[in-house]
Nanobody
Framework: QLKLVESGGDLVQPGGSLRLSCAAAGSTLDHYVIGWFRQAPGKEREGVSCITYLNSFTHYEDSVKGRFTISRDNAKNTVYLEMTGLKPDDTAVYYC?????????????????????WGQGTQVTVSV
């Protein structure tokens, strides 16, 4: 079981940028699909973006397309979520999660149960 650790959450003004990081404590993210999810106060958790291991295929939900960029640095054993043009609606706890899929060429966020291991989350607040 992976122990995932998110970092980088902060308070930022609308239009600002943040970079979130997801690392595996004492293990490696190699061979895993990594997804980012978020949960806003009073709302259900929703998918944001995911990236495969084999070919770094990326997928984004419409709400963040064009503003967020997911990437992975396998040498640093870290997956990043670069967020720009932040809006108050982006305020949420952001979670990274891992799904087994060393040979996966695609990823999606339709079914959270595909993701077996989850981090504790990092808070992103977008406000003046």
């Amino acid at each position: 079981q992976l122990k995932l650790v998110e970092s980088g959450g902060d308070l930022v003004q609308p239009g600002g940028s943040l970079r979130l990081s997801c690392a595996a404590a004492g293990s490696t993210l190699d061979h895993y699909v990594i997804g980012w999810f978020r949960q806003a106060p009073g709302k259900e958790r929703e998918g944001v973006s995911c990236i495969t291991y084999l070919n770094s295929f990326t997928h984004y939900e419409d709400s963040v397309k064009g503003r967020f960029t997911i990437s992975r640095d396998n040498a640093k054993n870290t997956v990043y979520l670069e967020m720009t043009g932040l809006k108050p609606d982006d305020t949420a706890v952001y979670y990274c999660a891992a799904a087994g899929g060393s040979r996966a060429l695609l990823c999606d966020l339709a079914d959270e149960s595909d993701y077996d291991d989850w981090g504790q989350g990092t808070q992103v607040t977008v406000s003046v």
